[in-house]
């Protein structure tokens, strides 16, 4: 009985041969098998203990970030004090957004002294976000990563009827394929810089405004 196929004859140098494993699944299992859980902690955010005047600036929501992929956001006064409670979080913190309409909603808290304040400073949040805490503590890159539409397609569709939204658990367990660390330390460096050169340019720029029209 003759099989149907192909033949093919390979000459190849021994010298050249690399060790490996005779398994065309390994390498792919490998990848599915780490989770974003494996390189960061998925959490909701605390109520806030502090004192609604204790807030300087407006609870953050979802319209306060842009369109496009800069690393900072729109920080309103709170003038005076917030109307109502809210959830808090400090500086440089990573927020995820968790309603389905607005996956890719991404933010990382300033630090106090790129936006001249005083340290410690804390944000109050009124959107569904949850904090992500990334292992390797670099935040600029995980922002940048979990807005591609690699890790994007891979989230599951969440629950909630006509207002879904997509849990922290489920989040964690999202399948992630990243570069090796050397290369998620030089991009978090290069947008870090970038956000502190932002951040405390907008603010000049709000405090100028401020200072000479009153806007």
Request: charged share 20%.
């Amino acid at each position: 009985m003759k099989k149907n196929g192909t033949l093919f004859l390979s000459f190849i140098d021994r010298a050249t041969l690399n060790p490996s494993i005779w398994d065309p699944y390994l390498y792919r299992e490998k990848r599915q098998a780490e989770t974003l859980a494996y390189f960061a902690s998925v959490h909701p955010l605390s109520a806030a203990a502090l004192p609604r005047h204790a807030f300087k600036f407006a609870p953050i929501e979802y319209r306060h970030i842009g369109r496009g992929h800069l690393p900072a956001f729109i920080l309103e006064s709170s003038g005076g004090g917030l109307r109502s409670s809210c959830r808090a979080i400090g500086e440089g913190v990573l927020l995820f957004g968790t309603m389905r309409a607005y996956l890719g909603n991404v933010l990382v808290t300033p630090r106090a002294e790129w936006i001249g304040e005083q340290s410690p400073l804390v944000f109050a949040v009124k959107s569904e976000f949850v904090q992500i805490e990334p292992k390797d503590g670099l935040l600029y890159f995980w922002w940048a990563y979990l807005q591609t539409q690699a890790f994007l397609h891979s989230l599951p569709l969440g629950s909630g009827g006509t207002r879904p939204r997509l849990h922290a658990t489920a989040l964690a367990h999202t399948p992630v394929q990243v570069p090796a660390k050397n290369i998620r330390e030089r991009i978090h460096k290069e947008i870090e810089a970038f956000a502190a050169s932002i951040w405390s340019q907008y603010m000049a720029t709000e405090r100028l405004l401020e200072d000479t029209i009153g806007l």
